[in-house]
């Protein structure tokens, strides 16, 4: 919840790169976080029913005591993670096989280059991630800019493919499919990529105006494509990026991303406590069934008499 509300006022305050670096540890500390809890939760519950504990050889009555989480609580928990596993495993089909689809794509396209240039009136520009990509643009796309707008585009789908965006952007859709409450970070993370992209293009081209002239014509000139790729110049919120690339660049901060990094750590070591103390807890309950070692010590015999060994 912290994330989802903290999450997208930062990301248009920092820097886009080291932002989208945050922005992917944070969602994969607390989706991990949170199938971690359910499971955790879902096992305490499971571990007092008697058939279960039987198998386990435990006490039930020591689980209990030493952990008392009400069933019905431990009953929705298996339940959230039963819908968090199939969401994601639906989520991770879908994002295989759209690259496996994009991967198709860069071989089907024309020429062996790093470009692609469609003959198409259609204006269209994006990157397709592949072994190692490919980039497309439409010649009806190239008639709308000019020699430096061009080159800023070209920079700016290089830098989707150089930074391998497409990880980024799959780590955010399996977070939100595992937990909905991390879909802020998905739709904030694709205009963090956009932005280290145009950043990524201003210190290519060395013009930060002729950058934001360009993804402006762009996304005016294929405003009346809604098919488009995720990662293109005209993707995120234009007139932001656009307003961004007109200003000074970003400073970079230290104190969020310090701040940032002791809740992620912080998250890890409270997960792992707690799997501690759950492992800690079926000890415990072994032990109060197994029965106590008892008659004389086995380094004598019957008789007190030492046993020699050979």
């Known amino acids: 919840m912290v994330l989802a509300v903290c999450a997208p006022r930062a990301a248009h305050r920092l820097a886009p790169r080291p932002a989208a ?25 499971l571990a007092q029913v008697p058939e279960v504990a039987e198998e386990g050889r435990w006490s039930v009555a020591a689980v209990r005591a030493s952990d008392p989480v009400y069933l019905t609580v431990a009953g929705t928990a ?5 819908a968090s596993v199939t969401g994601l495993t639906v989520a991770a089909v879908r994002q295989l096989r759209h690259l496996r689809w994009a ?10 280059t790093e470009l692609a240039v469609l003959d198409m009136a259609v204006p269209e520009a994006f990157a397709l991630p592949g072994a190692p990509g490919r980039i497309v643009v439409s010649r009806g796309m190239l008639r709308c800019l000019g020699d430096r707008e061009r080159e800023a585009l070209l920079a700016h789908e290089r830098a989707h493919l150089r930074g391998r965006h497409h990880l980024f952007q799959t780590l955010w ?9 991390l ?22 081209v060395g013009d930060r105006t002729v950058v934001a002239h360009a993804v402006g014509r762009a996304a005016l000139a294929g405003s009346a494509n809604r098919s488009r790729p995720a990662l ?29 990094a002791a809740l992620l750590v912080l998250c890890c070591a409270s997960l792992a406590d707690a799997a501690t103390d759950s492992e800690q807890m079926i000890e415990t309950a072994q032990a109060a069934v197994t029965p106590a070692p ?13 046993v020699r060994f050979r």
């Open 21 to 45: 670096w945050s922005l992917a540890a944070a969602a994969l500390v607390a989706s991990l976080g949170w199938l971690g809890s359910l499971a955790l939760l879902a096992f305490a519950g």
């Open 78 to 82: 298996a339940l959230a993670l039963l």
């Open 103 to 112: 991967r198709r794509e860069c071989r089907l396209l024309p020429g062996d």
């Open 173 to 181: 859709r399996l977070s939100a499919a595992a937990n909905p409450l």
């Open 183 to 204: 879909r802020p970070l998905s739709r904030v993370g694709g205009f963090v990529l956009e932005r280290w992209a145009d950043e990524e293009a201003a210190v290519r």
């Open 232 to 260: 293109a110049a005209t993707g995120g919120a234009v007139p932001q990026r656009v307003r961004a690339l007109l200003a000074p660049p970003p400073p970079r901060r230290a104190l969020p991303f310090v701040a940032g």
């Open 294 to 306: 008892h008659g004389p010590c086995h380094e004598h015999g019957h008789l007190g008499e030492p």
